[in-house]
């Protein structure tokens, strides 16, 4: 039976990269070697490499603008402390809107003084705060654009003079949106990008070089541009369907098209849950809610048993909500088809007509 | 036409491995699901994880003895500064035996003093430095057991009372010796582990918690620790094809039964280099050299170009030397066939009856 994944991460990819992935462990392109088992400085390798950068900053649409793509080691989390060795020399503002701005705060703290412009902690991070301040005095303003445990996302930036670093790991490339408002934005790989064990790094060169302290060479941006992202032996595989999963992209239309669906998916889900009165969305605020990670509870947790029974009879996969806070979580990246999200309004369905 | 794969790294898996690999990328243990689209939270891979720490710790004989085996991100390069960040309060002692131990010097230079107890930079780090002294006052003393550019291994490791920390990236897995006299292995997986993309941290737990500074959860070893290796995202991939790898080598008898056919494979092309009046050995010192990188030069190179066709034809790939020394490469790696190796001592022998 064909399973509807709405994994928050690893989560699925579009089949024809796996198709092409799965061919490429027993033959890479009709070379006779396996995708893993070629060098990381081989011609092949580099040209994977320079397409997938080329290809990230087509979909970001932040060409010819002083903007460098790298692939690097370590996900997201390595990327919490990266920046801050990069940029912060004395303070960085920071938004809080969840689990993953905290571990970035957290990180951050090592290396120099944070403040903390807002925080939506005050009500679970259940919504994104409007009208903050940001200091002029501070290296950089940090946000995280997509809050995948409580399925907020941000649809404003703000208007300020200091470098915006972003951490879009969870809607990178689904939404088109000015990206060259953010000096640095960073992203595992693991939701639109490709599979776990890389993360991209898009980073505005002239913002680096102003810190006084020494970066260990793994850790400095410049060292990994000046070798264009091939410093040490980069993450082949992950990168290869990284670049797989780019080319996809850019086949289905790119990030505009993608989005119209994102959004048709999103919109039908959520009518869902705002009309079956078995279920209550998590974010109430609607501006506020997640294209990407719809989060959404039973109010009648009796129902669970029947309702999970249900999902997976439907072959629906992967919906329970973090553990943190419980509950169901709906994760619609780029790769979800359209019709595993009519599969799971049609178990909500199911439900209330047996309920 | 087959391949023979003798590159230093990605190099080639297990005929087996690769075929479980590519079949998991399109349905995982007949689960209906990619490996790729799993939860690094998911029962699955939590199992993966531990089944991959149990076998390294196996494979090693390390088991109940205090040590602790980690998946990491980042390589061997981002294990450099871990070690030091994690060890280095004052000042470590380090063996220099050629690039990769530079760099692990050059790294631990951000974080404390370094000694370098002795170096074979005079004669281009074709010999192995013996009787050289580990001051009693170090916090650890840093060597590389096996250099691939250069084709040395380390045959003897010094009897000192501080902790030694090894780079084993290249020879981890393929001999039996005492993995207990190291305190910290590390070992980028792209040789004897499994594909690019991660790398295997052996420690001996009771080393850490001893410097000062603070550490940045992604490099702190007790962080990592305590999450199981599992503490944020991980390379799902990479670990998975390197647990296949580990099981594929317990299958095949183990480091010891695997040690016995890599010397085979050693001897016979040694020997051929000895012999063919054609070739000459990069390292002179016999007990020096690799078991896994042998390194030699054709000593007419007008020859050279007929030697690469005659390379080509028998499909012998990747056995240029590194690109600092030049010459030739042929690394063999716990996975590469004997038939490869007695294919490139016929291809020499080839040149030699034509030249």
């Known amino acids: 039976m064909k399973k509807h994944n709405f994994s928050a991460g690893p989560c699925l990819l579009p089949q024809s990269v796996m198709q092409k992935a799965s061919e490429a462990v027993l033959n890479f392109n009709d ?21 997938a950068q080329s290809l990230a900053l087509e979909h970001l649409n932040l ?23 990069n940029l912060l020399e004395n ?5 809080n809107t969840g689990a993953w701005s905290s571990k970035a705060i957290k990180e951050a703290k090592y290396f120099g003084e944070v403040v903390e412009v807002a925080s939506s902690g005050d009500r679970s991070f259940s919504y994104v705060p409007k009208n903050y301040e940001i ?11 997509n809050n995948t445990i409580y399925g907020t996302q941000l649809n404003e930036f703000p208007n300020t003079e200091v470098p915006i670093v972003c951490d879009m790991s969870s809607d990178i490339f689904s939404r088109e949106i000015d990206y060259s408002q953010f000096q640095l934005i ?33 850790l400095d941006y410049q060292v990994h541009i000046s070798k264009n992202s091939i410093y040490n032996t980069a993450p082949v595989f992950p990168i290869y369907v990284s670049m797989l ?18 959004r048709k998916k999103a919109n039908l889900l959520y009518a869902e849950i705002d009309r079956n009165a078995l279920f209550e969305a998590y974010v109430k605020n609607t501006e506020d809610r997640s294209v990407m990670n719809a989060t959404f509870n039973l109010i009648d947790t009796e129902l669970k048993e029947n309702f999970d029974t249900y ?38 369905q199911e439900l209330e007509r047996k309920a």
């Open 31 to 51: 070379s006779g070697l396996s995708i893993l088992e070629i060098s990381h400085r081989s011609e092949e390798f580099v040209r994977i490499m320079t397409d």
């Open 63 to 85: 060409q010819n603008q002083g903007y460098k793509v790298l692939f690097l080691h370590g996900g997201a989390s390595l990327q919490f402390l990266m920046t801050a060795y």
């Open 91 to 95: 303070k960085a503002a920071f938004l």
């Open 135 to 145: 200091p002029n005095d501070v290296d950089y303003f940090h946000c995280t654009s």
């Open 186 to 218: 960073y992203a595992g790989a693991q939701k639109n990008i490709g599979p776990a064990g890389v993360a991209l790094v898009a980073i505005k060169e002239d913002i680096l070089g102003k810190v006084s302290r020494k970066i260990p060479s793994m």
């Open 245 to 262: 999963t780019l080319q996809w992209l850019k086949e289905s239309g790119g990030v505009s098209a993608i989005e119209k669906i994102n």
């Open 311 to 348: 999902l997976k009879e439907a072959g629906v996969h992967a919906i329970n909500g973090h553990r943190s806070i419980g509950g169901y979580r709906a994760s619609m990246y780029n790769a979800l088809p359209i019709e595993s999200v009519r599969v799971l309004i049609s178990v909500m």
